[in-house]
């Protein structure tokens, strides 16, 4: 059955998206870490396309993040090893946060500890302010030490840590989990019994590169977080798996750079559409994709709510 087409009364009138508690005008969201604290982009794009802003994230004390090298581009995406640089919450609440409040964009704050105790003050500190519509829980950067991985790979670890945080603020709790797993399938249910509103899947895939004059990696570390179109179509089968297993929304990020991937996100399950990379090469991107989705629909008679989960099945021998 066809869902209701929303009335036109915003930009996007057709993009209208209500993912779990929160109502956004539009499911793109700008992913963590790759959309600064939203200013920077300020002059660059029409903000207004994105449904929320995802801040970078943000721990409790200042972090310097890795050594340079920490960025190196790949034939269809880019490594990472950034390691969650950051201010530390105290420059965040009285520089930061002001400055990205006047943005009028819905944001959503991404917290990064190393410990579950990091974690849970951050939320009850982030709870009081007004301007957050959710906390995003970052656990699963593959980019630092400290058996940081545990939260993103142990589905008891990870349950105590997304309990803390939902026991610690009264916002919408979105889980970012790591797809560096055998089976995401354990630690989505997790989070879910935890009571995370929203799931995001998810974040880079370990990779690497290596110089062939030194021998050495391009990078600071061995390893390092892979994003960007290369890996597109495996979070999209992540989405499509963990779609099929819980009953909260998902939001489906990782080399959403045209409109199709977001129409495909939204088919293999997703009801938000996280944009990170595609912010760094073309800034207003995103802003093409909304208009793209809206003229999809349009052109279909359809609703968002028509596309989220609508996949078919396997092809049965169309060339
Ligand atoms: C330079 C860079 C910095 C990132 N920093 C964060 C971060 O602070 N917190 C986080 O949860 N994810 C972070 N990520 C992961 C992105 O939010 C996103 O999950 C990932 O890049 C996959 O999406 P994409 O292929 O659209 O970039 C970062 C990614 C990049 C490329």
Redesign the pocket.
């Known amino acids: 059955m066809k869902a209701m087409v929303p009335e036109a009364t915003s930009r996007f009138p057709l993009l209208k998206t209500k993912l779990g508690p929160l109502e956004l005008e539009t499911p793109l969201i700008a992913?963590?870490?790759?959309f600064g604290y939203g200013s920077e982009f300020e002059n660059l794009t029409d903000l207004d396309c994105f449904g929320a802003v995802?801040l970078?994230?943000v721990s409790i004390e200042p972090r310097t993040g890795n050594p340079y090298p920490r960025?190196v581009e790949t034939p269809s995406?880019?490594l990472?090893c950034?390691g969650?640089e950051?201010p530390g919450i105290d420059v965040f609440l009285n520089e930061i946060l002001p400055e990205s409040i006047k943005l009028g964009v819905p944001l959503i704050a991404?917290l990064?500890g190393d410990r579950i105790e990091d974690y849970v003050s951050l939320a009850r500190v982030l709870d009081e302010q007004d301007s957050l519509v959710a906390l995003?829980i970052?656990g699963?950067?593959p980019n630092v030490d400290h058996g940081f991985m545990s939260f993103a790979a142990d589905p008891v670890i990870l349950g105590e840590l997304v309990s803390g945080v939902r026991a610690a603020t009264s916002k919408p709790v979105i889980s970012?989990l790591s797809p560096n797993v055998t089976d995401i399938i354990p630690l989505a249910r997790s989070a879910v019994n935890a009571g995370s509103d929203i799931l995001?899947l998810?974040?880079?895939f370990l990779g690497m590169s290596i110089s062939t004059d030194t021998w050495k990696s391009r990078l600071s570390r061995d390893y390092a977080?892979l994003?960007?179109?290369a890996?597109?179509p495996l979070?999209l089968r992540i989405v499509h798996q963990v779609a099929s297993s819980v009953d909260i929304p998902i939001i489906g990020?990782?080399?959403?750079y045209e409109t199709a991937d977001a129409v495909e996100f939204l088919i293999a399950g997703a009801t938000g559409l996280?944009?990170?990379?595609?912010n760094?090469i073309q800034p207003n991107r995103v802003r093409e994709i909304c208009d793209g989705i809206n003229d999809y629909l349009a052109e279909r008679n359809l609703a968002i709510q028509d596309l989220i989960g609508a996949y078919r099945g396997p092809a049965e021998g169309e060339m």
């Not at 992913?31 to 790759?34: C, K, R």
């Open positions: 992913a963590s870490g790759t995802t970078k994230a960025i995406g880019m990472n950034i969650l950051n991404n990064v995003e970052n699963s950067c970012k995001n998810g974040n880079t977080g994003s960007g179109r890996i597109r979070a990020t990782g080399g959403i996280g944009a990170g990379t595609v760094f």
